[in-house]
């Protein structure tokens, strides 16, 4: 069983910054990926980033890129989401993911969420 769990949300002012963090827990051998959505009230979820052990750079949605960094404390298979210049449109909750190797789904495990509100 594999295990997720997100932390560092809470309310922040516009301009301001977070950091979040995904700690995964159990098979995490078998992980080929780990990365972030978000899902604002009335939307879908949409992807953040994400990194990918076999390589190629972190990967990020255009609406973050420049702001937001993903990184790996490659020890502890946790993962971090650091915010910066955080705007009302990034108030979202935030899931973490973790994708499997040789699964068919792109992702396989998801978190609880942590809420990320942005006020002006």
């Known amino acids: 069983q594999v295990h997720l769990v997100e932390s560092g949300g809470g309310l922040v002012q516009a301009g301001g910054s977070l950091r979040l963090s995904c700690a995964a827990s159990?098979?995490?051998?078998?992980?080929?990926?780990m990365g972030w959505f978000r899902q604002a009230p009335g939307k879908e979820r949409e992807f953040v980033a994400a990194?990918?052990?076999?390589?190629?750079?972190?990967e990020y949605a255009d609406s973050v890129k420049g702001r937001f960094t993903i990184s790996r404390d490659y020890a502890k298979t946790t993962v971090f989401l650091q915010m910066y210049s955080l705007n009302a449109e990034d108030t979202a909750v935030y899931y973490c993911?973790?994708?499997?190797?040789?699964?068919?789904?792109?992702?396989?495990?998801w978190g609880q969420g942590t809420q990320v509100t942005v006020v002006s």
């Open positions: 993911a973790a994708g499997v190797r040789g699964s068919d789904n792109p992702w396989d495990y």
């Open positions: 159990g098979r995490t051998f078998r992980f080929s990926a």
């Open positions: 990194l990918r052990w076999s390589g190629g750079g972190p």
